[in-house]
């Protein structure tokens, strides 16, 4: 308590009121994620960070001549929303190249393509993403000769939603060179027919034997994806999003849009590893805050096994409805313990991909493995708060191992609420019992970091508040779901969401004393909603609307004016 009261003073010392607040934010209905002042009416604001949260009487004495004053009429906001896991210029090359979220059927998907071919060039690549089969009637992957049917001479790839899949035609495999004697490399599958001959779905490291064929120039370009992403997400309300995996070319595209003021969101940025990108952050160190806290690169992103969807999440028993796979890992372990010592000795963080039950516990026990190699006397921080991204199936015994290890579940609600399509025919519903387990984990003393995994989902923040804690399809999927199984005791309480992709998301990039809560002394981020979130019906929850983001104090999206 007297730490909270010198804190408090120093805050107060920092921010002395006879000089007026740069912005001020009032009559709103304030949401603060700070469990010693939980709402308020106003903030004011100096320079990037909070000097003031109250009541609308107590913010005048902030306001001077040259304070810009914002009325909300009664808006709701909380602290600027982090998306935990989102694929920056995944998003971004989503909105600029062959965009087939929402594809309907096989049909669906064969039009597009076809118009695509038909105004393509002889030989070009036609490359898109965002096909899912799970709602399609049947729910089937395409094949090679469905896609030969519409561009039997333009190489054609379409990656699945999750980025665990492609399919390719024949043009693609003949320049790739697979046919039926080709071995499916370390962490991927060439998918056969019955008669042992490609059918033209690679998953997961396979689909890097036709990606490395493909052009640069049918790539989205970096810079413009870059941009385009950060229009999207400042638009819909993120003040930060948390990047995992890439390379330092993607670091470099931000550096320089940042020096060229091109990008306002905040990124917490990943580097690919075992390998060269990891050992570059490994020698180098991290790089923190940089761009007044606008970049900030310290985390290794290790992928552990595949999708759910596309049956490449390893299991630690056979699929349900493919009983001849039980999945795969895509990671060496000889190869991935030398860097997770290193990490620990230099004090970068280590976040992992892991989605079926084996999965999971391969890194839960290669992280202790690594924790018990590594005297805490030669950690260079004391707290590595390494993170399991996604922690999708879990084996119930191995769930207590979160809290004792002390990694964080960093987890995307909305696949909850896709993968209950389908999990209980992939894998059963006995293996469910520790599936999604968001209560679970919370109560066993660790925050669940919230975000989306987007572009392999929309990425829309309030599509993620709601799947937390409804734990339902979306309503205009709902009709004859039946929900068996799901545990809905796992749903989070709005407060818990809240914290989710708010404090927790903070803690998770060690910035909980930075950002992650309406606090004087912290960044002035704010996401500013048409509706009070904590209270409206659950449906409700999917009509709100971002008004307003704010970020470091400026107005970075506000909604009829951006």
Known sequence: MKFIFALLFLTAAAFPQNQPADLVLKNANIYTVDEHQPHAQAVAVKRDKIVFVGSNAEVQPWVGKGTRVLDLKGATVVPGLTDAHYHFLGVGARELTFNLEGTKSLQDLLARVKERAAAAKPG????????IETFWNPPVFPTRTDLDKVSPNNPVILGRADGHGAVVNSAALKIAGIDRNTANPFGGEISKDKNGEPNGMLLDHAQG???????????ADSEKAAVAADQRSIMLGWCEVQDPGGSWNDVDVYRKLYQQG????????????????????????AQIGLFDHHLTVRSIKVVSDGALGSRGAAMLAPYSDKPD??????????????????????GIQVETHAIGDRANRFMLDEYERAFNAVPASERKIAEPRWRDEHTQIVNPADLPRFAKLHVIPSMQPSHAIGDLFFAGRRIGMERLQGAYAWQTLIKSGMP??????????????????????????????????????????????????????????AYAAFEEDLKGSISAGKLADFTVLSADIM??????????????TIIGGQVAYEAGGH
């Open 209 to 219: 034997l036709v990606r490395s064929r493909v052009p640069p120039e049918a790539a």
């Open 124 to 131: 070009e690549w036609i490359v898109g993403r965002g096909w």
């Open 535 to 548: 209270k409206i019906p659950e449906p409700e929850i999917l009509k709100t609307k971002n008004v307003m």
């Open 448 to 505: 669940v970091a919230g975000g989306s995994d987007a572009p392999v989902e929309r990425g829309e923040p309030m599509i993620e508040f709601y799947a937390a804690v409804a734990r339902k399809p979306l309503p205009a999927r709902a009709q004859g779901v039946s929900l068996e199984g799901w545990h809905p005791e796992e749903a989070m309480t709005r407060e818990q969401a809240l914290k989710a992709f708010t404090l927790w998301a």
């Open 325 to 346: 796979t039980s999945g795969f890992l895509t990671v060496d372990a000889e190869a991935l313990r030398p860097m997770l010592i290193s990490a620990l000795k230099q």
């Open 262 to 285: 091109k990008l306002k969101v905040r990124i917490y940025k990943a580097v690919y590893g075992p390998g060269p990108e990891a050992d570059r952050l490994l020698r180098e160190g």
